[in-house]
Nanobody, 121 residues
Framework: QVQLVESGGRLVQAGDSLRLSCAASGGTFGSYAMGWFRQAPGKEREFVAGISWRGDLPSYADSVKGRFTITRDSAKDTVYLQMNSLNPEDTAVYYC??????????????WGQGTHVTVSS
């Protein structure tokens, strides 16, 4: 199974932008659909964005559509989440997920350890 390590989370102000990274190792990156999920305090983990193993078919939760962009770089075995126009409701631990299928599922087989994003008002 692929191992995932997220980075890039930090404290930002409302309206700021932030890019999260998820580096994959130990597997064939191109065989995995990738996704970003988040879990806010007291809430369940939710889907944020996904991208197919080919790097196409991006999908987004309605709450982030138009503000967040998911991309992947096969040369670096890394998936990114560009987050713009952040607001306090985006505060959460962000997790990277991977599935060895075309499209990410709601409960991927592989998870990273998470990275904290805090958006102050």
């Amino acid at each position: 199974q692929v191992q995932l390590v997220e980075s890039g989370g930090r404290l930002v102000q409302a309206g700021d932008s932030l890019r999260l990274s998820c580096a994959a190792s130990g597997g064939t990156f191109g065989s995995y659909a990738m996704g970003w999920f988040r879990q806010a305090p007291g809430k369940e983990r939710e889907f944020v964005a996904g991208i197919s193993w080919r790097g196409d078919l991006p999908s987004y939760a309605d709450s982030v559509k138009g503000r967040f962009t998911i991309t992947r770089d096969s040369a670096k075995d890394t998936v990114y989440l560009q987050m713009n126009s952040l607001n306090p409701e985006d505060t959460a631990v962000y997790y990277c997920g991977a599935d060895r299928i075309e499209i990410i599922s709601t409960k991927p087989d592989c998870w990273g350890q998470g990275t904290h994003v805090t958006v102050s008002s």
